[in-house]
C-alpha cells in the first residue's frame, strides 16, 4: 500500500520533468563552471548531467573558469599575481602561465565530455582587446571582451558538439589577452540570447543576511531563493550584505539580465545533481535572478477607478464582462493591477481570492492600440505570480468571448461544480459563461 501510494508522486515527478523538457527543448544554457570544483568527487557527474542536458536537445554552451588554476600555475613557477579591485593584473611573463592553465582546465573538461559520449571543441571564438589603464594602473594583457562570434557557435550547435569558451581571447591582430570567465560567460550569455545563465561554483547563493529584501524568497539555509533585477539595488545598497565575491555573482547577473538573459541561476557545484534539481523541478536549490517583465505594470489606486470604469464599459455593452459599480471596483481596489504607458492606464485586471486556495482573474481588458507585445499575457502572469505568492493552489476564469485566449495560456477548461462555493452561487446560468482553470503548481513545473 505505501509503495503503491508513492507512485503518483513518481508520476507526477516525471511529468514535471517532461513539462521542462518542452519548454527548453532547443534553447542556449550558457554553463559557468568555475575551476575549483576540477578536483570535486561530484565533478565528473556534474559534467554528466551537463551532457545529459545536451542529448535533451538542450544547446549547451560552457565556459570553463580558470582562477584558481592559473594560480597554482604560476605558484609553480615561482610567481604570484597582483590583484586592484578584485581584478587580476596579467603581465607578459604570466600571460603563457595563464593560456597554460586555461588549456589545461578545458582540455580535462573535454576528457569527461567525451568520457560521456558527447563532442565538443574548445577554439579562439572571443574577439578581446586590452583592459589598459584605469586609475593609474596599467592592466598589462588583462583583457575585456569586445565581441562573441555568434555565427561560428551557433554552427557547432546545430552539429551537435558542445562548445567551450576558454577565458582567453584575442584582438584583430592575434595579440591574446586573459579575460573574466564570470565576464566571459554574461558576454556570451547575452550574444547567444540565453534562456538560461548558470553561474556554477562552491557558493551555495546569495545569502540573505540581516533583514531580507521585501518582496524577495529566502530558503532554510538563509539565502535568497530568487529575486527580480529591480531590487538588486537594495541588495547592493545595504551596508554589509555581500561580500567581494557575492557582490560581484549579483553585479554579473545583473549585467546578463539587462544584456537579455531571462535566469541567472548561482549553484553550488559540490552538490550532486544541483543542476538538474535547479532546472527540473520548481523549488530548486540555489538563487535565481531573473528579468522583471512588469515594471509598467502596477497595483491600482482609488484614484485609477475612472480610468478602470472607461476601459471597461465598451465591453459591457457589448454584454462581455458583467457590469462593475465604481463603488464596487474602490471597495476591492487592492485586488486590481493596472498597466499604464506614458502614465495613463492601458489595461486592467483584477485577481479576487474566494478562499484559502481558489481565486478569480477578472475583467481583463487592454485597449486596442496596445494589445500587440503580449500585454494580455504579460497582465496574465503577473497576476498567476501573485496568486501564487498568496499561497493560491488554483486561478479561475469565467469568459463568454476569450476561452481560447485562457486555453493558450495553459487554463483548462472545467465543470461549474468545479467552481469554489461561493462563486458557484453567484454563477449566472443565463449568461452561460465559461469556466476556465489553471493549477498553479503545473504551471510553476512549466516554467522552471
Given amino acids: 500500500m505505501e509503495e503503491g501510494a508513492r507512485v503518483p508522486d513518481r508520476v507526477n515527478a516525471i511529468r514535471e520533468v517532461l513539462g521542462y523538457l518542452g519548454r527548453y527543448r532547443g534553447e542556449v544554457f550558457v554553463i559557468k563552471i568555475d575551476d575549483s570544483l576540477l578536483e570535486e568527487p561530484l565533478f565528473p557527474l ?44 596579467t603581465t607578459e611573463d604570466d600571460l603563457d602561465h595563464a593560456m597554460t592553465a586555461a588549456s589545461r582546465v578545458s582540455n580535462h573538461v573535454l576528457s569527461l565530455i567525451s568520457e560521456n559520449g558527447a563532442q565538443a571543441v574548445s577554439g579562439n571564438w572571443v574577439r578581446a582587446r586590452t583592459l589598459g589603464v584605469i586609475g593609474g594602473v596599467d592592466y598589462q594583457r588583462t583583457g575585456r571582451i569586445e565581441r562573441v562570434n555568434v555565427p561560428l557557435v551557433e554552427k557547432l550547435l546545430g552539429e551537435g558538439v558542445i562548445p567551450l569558451v576558454s577565458n582567453i581571447g584575442w584582438n584583430a591582430v592575434g595579440k591574446a589577452y586573459n579575460l573574466s570567465s564570470t565576464e566571459l560567460a554574461v558576454a556570451v550569455g547575452t550574444a547567444m540570447k540565453a534562456t538560461k545563465l548558470f553561474l556554477i561554483g562552491t557558493e551555495p547563493g546569495i545569502p540573505a543576511a540581516g533583514t531580507p529584501i521585501p518582496g524577495t524568497r529566502v530558503r532554510q539555509s538563509g539565502i535568497y531563493s530568487n529575486m527580480d533585477i529591480t531590487r538588486v539595488g537594495e541588495l547592493l545598497a545595504k551596508n554589509g550584505a555581500l561580500d567581494h565575491e557575492h557582490r560581484v555573482l549579483v553585479e554579473n547577473a545583473v549585467a546578463a539580465c539587462r544584456g537579455g538573459v531571462k535566469r541567472v541561476h548561482i549553484l553550488d557545484g559540490r552538490q550532486n545533481g544541483i543542476l538538474l534539481e535547479e532546472i527540473f523541478s520548481v523549488s530548486g536549490s540555489g538563487t535565481m535572478l531573473y528579468t522583471n517583465l512588469y515594471t509598467d505594470l502596477c497595483p491600482a489606486t482609488v484614484e485609477d477607478v ?62 486596442e492600440d496596445h494589445r500587440c507585445g503580449g ?21 479561475f476564469a469565467l469568459t463568454t468571448q476569450t476561452s481560447d485566449f485562457f486555453l493558450e495560456h495553459g487554463f483548462e477548461e472545467v465543470p461549474v461544480e468545479a467552481l469554489p462555493e461561493a462563486k458557484r452561487r453567484r454563477y449566472n446560468k443565463a449568461r452561460n459563461s465559461r469556466v476556465l482553470a489553471i493549477e498553479l503548481a503545473d504551471r510553476s513545473a512549466r516554467q522552471g
Fill in 306 to 367: 475612472p480610468e478602470i470604469i472607461r476601459l471597461i464599459q465598451p465591453y459591457v455593452r457589448q454584454e462581455l464582462l458583467v457590469r462593475r459599480t465604481p463603488e464596487a471596483i474602490a471597495d476591492n481596489i487592492a485586488h486590481w493591477v493596472v498597466y499604464k504607458v506614458d502614465d495613463a492606464i492601458r489595461g486592467c485586471a483584477a485577481l479576487t481570492p474566494y478562499d484559502m486556495e481558489n481565486a478569480e482573474l477578472e475583467a481583463l481588458v487592454v485597449d
Fill in 375 to 395: 500585454t494580455g499575457t504579460r497582465i496574465v502572469n503577473f497576476l498567476l505570480d501573485r496568486a501564487h505568492e498568496l499561497g493560491m493552489k488554483r486561478v
Fill in 46 to 89: 556534474l559534467i554528466r548531467d551537463v551532457v545529459l542536458l545536451h542529448r535533451m536537445g538542450i544547446k549547451v554552451v560552457i565556459v570553463p573558469g580558470a582562477r584558481r588554476s592559473i594560480d597554482a600555475t604560476l605558484a609553480a613557477a615561482g610567481r604570484t599575481s597582483a590583484y586592484h579591485a578584485g581584478v587580476r593584473i
